[in-house]
Nanobody, 124 residues
Framework: QVQLVESGGGLVQAGGSLRLSCTGS????????MGWCRQAPGKEREFVGAISWIGGNTYFADSVKGRFTISRDNAKNTLYLQMNSLKPEDTAVYYCAASYRPLAAMTSGDFAYWGQGTQVTVSS
């Protein structure tokens, strides 16, 4: 299995940007489709986006499509989420996650391993 640790969260004004990072240990990142999910207070955890085993192919939720990008560096066991044009509704705890299945339309339930999360707060 893999252990995941997120970093890069914080407070940002609406319209601003943040880059989240996720570093893994244990099983190599190349084994997994990697992704990000988020959970706001009082809401269910929702899928944000994912990237294929090698990288280059990505899939995003409609709510973030065109604003967020995902990249990965398997040699460094690191995953990134670049968040641009942030909105107050993006405020949530963001979780790095790993999945055994190939990249496809998916939900948070498709991921087997999770980090502890990092808080992203977007002020208006």
């Amino acid at each position: 299995q893999v252990q995941l640790v997120e970093s890069g969260g914080g407070l940002v004004q609406a319209g601003g940007s943040l880059r989240l990072s996720c570093t893994g240990s244990g099983r190599p990142f190349s084994t997994y489709t990697m992704g990000w999910c988020r959970q706001a207070p009082g809401k269910e955890r929702e899928f944000v986006g994912a990237i294929s085993w090698i990288g280059g192919n990505t899939y995003f939720a409609d709510s973030v499509k065109g604003r967020f990008t995902i990249s990965r560096d398997n040699a460094k066991n690191t995953l990134y989420l670049q968040m641009n044009s942030l909105k107050p509704e993006d405020t949530a705890v963001y979780y790095c996650a790993a999945s055994y299945r190939p990249l496809a339309a998916m939900t948070s339930g498709d991921f087997a391993y999770w980090g502890q999360g990092t808080q992203v707060t977007v002020s208006s």
